[in-house]
């Protein structure tokens, strides 16, 4: 289904007359209405905004009007189309932990712009499935625990600093999970989580003692045997007689690295993929902000001259762009 099809099905109908009085309101006014139609539908509301600059100043606003309903901003990757770096790992945290959240919102807002739809997702059922629960006296051993996080796509370093990160010290694991605003620190005893703590970055020392923990994987794809088999003979299938030793992305993953800008190569993971509307939750209102149609074509026109420019790029050949993005 194209974009503007999921967005004109999407769309509540008593909703139409108060989209077209948001157009004529400044940001603070906007918020104001937004706030109000949330508080009268109780139900969660999706808001889909031009661009980054609109939805961040509905966040700050919304957050100050609405200061006890979940929040959540849902972001792009702040990177062009097909660009061969990957977005800062903050983002892909952010991301992770909205679309493993709002599938079960029954009240809250979630906002997000046309950029970070545009791009399609992994299937609903994969952050279902990859998602590590942990509870203090679990049985499971450190070994068993850190081959887990490491087939995540965790990076096992020295020092635990940002999201997507673990590091070993004796019976000690520190994991910093994504979508979590601190790291964990798991004091293992034999075959057995001995207790769970949340930890200083910047100190280091531990901050409290909590019950247990949720561990989303570390990119919006998987990086198991089985994935890597996947994509492999995906992207055999795709780009048919390449000499694939001159490609440094199917070489990464081949080898289970993941290179710069692996984003754009997202499809090839999966079977199929699922767009932004399938994780919302049910009874949602949606609503638009800004001239939604002019940044999804605009959007599609960088994105299909961008797929020209890297066409026939030897090490970095482009996915066509109706596999990697919504199209309208």
Known sequence: MQITELIDKSINTEFSSIAKHIGNLNTTSMAGLLAAVYQKEKAP?????????????????LKALLPHIPLYLFEDYETLPYDMLSPH????????????????????????????????????????THALVLKNNDKISQENFKRNLLSYGYLLVEQVLSPGELAVRGSILDVYPMGTKHPYRLDFFDDELDSIRTFDVDTQRTIEKVPSLEVLPAHEFPLDKEAISIFRSNYRDVFVGA????????????????????????????????????????????????????????????????????????????????TVFLTN
């Open 45 to 61: 509301l999706v808001i889909i905004c031009e661009d980054n600059y609109l939805a961040q100043a509905l966040r700050l606003n």
């Open 89 to 128: 790992q903050d983002i892909i945290s952010n991301r992770l932990k909205v679309l493993s959240t709002i599938g079960n919102l029954r009240e809250g807002v979630i906002i997000t712009t046309v950029l970070a739809i545009m791009s399609r997702l992994p299937p609903v059922s994969y952050l279902k």
């Open 243 to 322: 000499n694939l030793a001159d490609h440094p992305v199917y070489q990464a993953i081949s080898k289970g690295a993941v290179p710069s800008g692996i984003e754009y190569y997202l499809p090839l993971f999966f079977d199929s993929m699922d767009s932004f509307f399938d994780y919302l939750p049910e009874n949602y209102r949606l609503l638009l902000t800004g001239n939604i149609q002019k940044a999804v074509s605009s959007y599609l026109d960088e994105a299909n001259k961008r797929f020209k420019l890297y066409e026939g790029n030897r090490e970095h050949p482009p996915l066509k762009v109706s």
